[in-house]
């Protein structure tokens, strides 16, 4: 059920208090509050009940919000409007949080739910004891209006102020409460969903691409169900487009072995120390939050704890196992972006300098491997593929994990892939086929996430970015064109760019200011990238804290972001990729001077760095380009001139 009760306004008003309540309390999940919980319903139900005598329509109580995992209070349908009406009993004032779950409330039905996308959205807050209240009349162009705050004398009055107000939108369609929800969570709010209990259902749009990750969730279960029922060694590939959900379909397969008890233990591994740090914190405010709901007094660092082994940096995992008799606990692990493992060079060399282990020789997936290979009856590894996602040096790619497997040491290992395996999007500069066809692997196409999920108004960006790096003018501005609902402008102006991210960004979307980690000459403008950043105050944190990325003053790099999100975004662009003669000229910044960089995969990696940092921002993004200083010659206005006329070029509107 979507709602706990719904009804007509009229039928409401005329039922029982005692019925109503009744009806909440046999669909309410956490029995531990139940005491608490009543009391507030029927402080809600005696208000509406008083409040709503006079109106005509639909109501519906404790209404799911499935991105977020969480449930809207009430939500009323009146003159073809819809009321997104959130409470909080007892309270005198209008918190920013509680002001801010409302709007993001409204948001979410927005996005969305089907049946609002073409509809006005009023959020109302109803402080129950407030003296005051404030009558908003702020309509968004997406028709979702500023927060109106009440208290609960006056929610009548509220509701026909808002009613009153002229509007350009559609009614709502009669079948509203059956419309389809499609959310597309950020990996944040997924985690945390999933944690708390959610299945990945709930929480992620219910189209092809959806179905596409729940098929690859639950074929992976099934894969590790018959290696522990027949004592099998067995190793998943999964590839996916950007976005597509290959983290998401990871952390739920954690999430899965948890809730029917395949394993004691399984594991999400990634040497994204960002990701890692960004996830742990979400998922212990989680337990926090979770542990309370259960009446159950927990300390951070207990949170902390439990939440520990779920996710964890590869790096500290390989460490852990360093001794060859160490038997690692879990038997299910999952390695996140799987084909940035390391090479034997880049392996050793941490080894060595990080360890004081000299020649150590092997790649970091065959050490992976062996380490999971100690166990005596049965394990599952399962390997997250993305594309055009490498950053770094001495990344191993998909080959080093088949070459690993190719050891006679493996032999008895089974081998799950799709045919999308051999696409140079996943295995660029790497042949596969006969290492794939002496490997005979088992042909899976369920192991292949196909349609991106990432942004719901940003479809078109991966391949408008695609074409803007490729410098093919004609395609990047048709696809340009198709991004009508996503916000993408240049700016030369800082100022004017924080000022655009201040004012489009609503309830408790989250913006903030990225750049390259190799753009050390934005200093002059501000912008610290060598300054270390705390990603998970950036990332997490609320807007009074000059830490979080709302506050403008610190600035994430590619390594910091990726696998992350935000809502809007500022992307500082520097001299370290720049444009000449149409095309890319890549520099590193070494003391006093810019130098060229001529190696062929140095060079791919500054244009992913740039695709990563420029794929983002889920519902808008502006560039900065700096204007340059013609006194100083490490920030020239020619460097920045030729990559504002490029992105001017590929269609890129100016503000």
């Not at 500023?146 to 509220?158: G, I, M, Q, R």
């Amino acid at each position: 059920m979507r709602s706990y009760y719904e009804n007509s306004i009229q039928a409401f008003c005329n039922d029982s208090p005692e019925h109503v309540l009744g009806r909440l309390a046999s669909r309410h999940e956490h029995k531990s509050l139940e005491e608490l919980q009543r009391n507030a319903w029927v402080k809600q139900i005696l208000i509406l009940q008083s409040e709503l005598k006079n109106l005509q329509g639909s109501i519906y109580f404790e209404f799911s919000i499935p991105r977020m995992g969480k449930r809207a209070d009430n939500i009323l349908i009146v003159d073809g409007r819809v009321f997104v009406i959130e409470f909080k009993v007892g309270e005198y004032s209008y918190k920013s949080h509680d002001i801010e779950q409302a709007t993001d409330y409204a948001l979410d039905l927005k996005n969305f739910h089907s049946g609002s996308h073409n509809c006005i959205i009023f959020p109302i807050l109803v402080a129950t004891e407030a003296n005051e209240t404030r009558f908003n009349s702020q309509l968004s162009e997406d028709g979702v209006c500023a927060p109106t705050l009440t208290n609960s004398e006056k929610l009548e009055d509220a509701i026909q102020f808002c009613l009153d107000l002229p509007s350009k939108y559609a009614p709502t369609r009669p079948d509203w409460g059956e419309a389809g929800y499609k959310p597309t969570p950020t990996i944040i709010e997924a985690s945390q969903a999933l944690y708390e209990g959610h299945d990945v259902k709930e929480i992620s749009r219910s189209d092809a691409g959806a179905i596409n990750l729940q098929a690859t969730s639950d074929r992976i279960i099934e894969i590790i169900k018959d290696a522990k029922k027949n004592h099998k060694k067995a190793i998943c590939f999964v590839t996916g487009v950007p976005g597509a959900g290959k983290t998401l379909a990871g952390l739920n397969i954690v999430n899965q072995v948890k809730k029917i008890n395949i394993s004691k233990h399984a594991v999400f591994l990634s040497g994204n120390a960002p990701l890692v740090t960004v996830l742990r914190k979400a998922l212990t405010e989680s337990e926090l939050r979770t542990s309370k709901i259960r009446g159950e007094k927990v300390k951070k660092s207990v949170a902390e704890r439990r939440v520990h082994p779920f996710i964890q940096n590869i790096h500290h995992y390989r460490s852990e196992y360093i001794l060859p008799e160490a038997v690692p606990n879990e038997q299910i692990a999952i390695f996140d972006e799987a084909q940035r493992a390391w090479d034997m060079q880049q392996t050793n060399k941490f080894m060595k300098n990080k360890k004081n282990i000299e020649n150590f020789n092997k790649t970091e997936p065959k050490f992976l491997m062996e380490v999971m290979n100690r166990h005596k009856d049965w394990c599952v590894v399962v390997c997250l593929i993305g594309g055009g996602q490498e950053i770094h040096t001495g990344e191993v790619g998909i080959k080093g994990w088949l070459k690993a497997l190719s050891d006679d040491t493996f032999a008895n290992w089974e081998i799950h892939c799709s045919e999308a395996i051999k696409n140079k999007e996943y295995s660029p500069h790497q042949d596969l086929e006969e290492i794939l066809k002496s490997l005979s692997p088992s042909n899976d196409k369920c192991l292949h996430l196909k349609s991106s999920l990432r942004s719901f108004r940003a479809e078109n960006l991966s391949k408008f970015v695609h074409y803007l790096l490729d410098f093919n003018l004609l395609k990047a501005n048709t696809e340009y064109a198709k991004l009508n609902e996503y916000p993408l402008v240049v700016t030369r102006d800082l100022s004017k760019a924080k000022q655009w991210l201040k004012e489009r960004a609503r309830g408790s979307e989250r913006y903030g200011i990225i750049a390259s980690a190799g753009g050390l000459r934005l200093k002059p403008e501000g912008i610290f990238v060598k300054s270390p950043t705390d990603v998970g105050h950036w990332f997490l944190s609320a807007k009074n804290d000059v830490r979080s990325s709302f506050a403008l003053e610190e600035v994430a790099t590619e390594f910091d972001v990726q696998g992350l999100e935000l809502d809007w975004a500022c992307l500082a662009w520097d001299a370290d990729l720049r444009v000449k003669d149409s095309r890319w000229v890549h520099k590193n910044f070494n003391g006093t001077k810019w130098k060229n960089v001529n190696k062929n995969e140095a060079q791919n990696y500054f244009e992913n760095k740039y695709r990563v940092l420029l794929t983002r921002a889920r519902q808008g993004l502006i560039i900065f380009i700096p204007s340059g200083d013609p006194n100083d010659e490490t920030r020239l206005p020619e460097f920045y001139d030729g990559i504002y006329r490029h992105l001017k070029n590929c269609g890129i509107k100016e503000i």
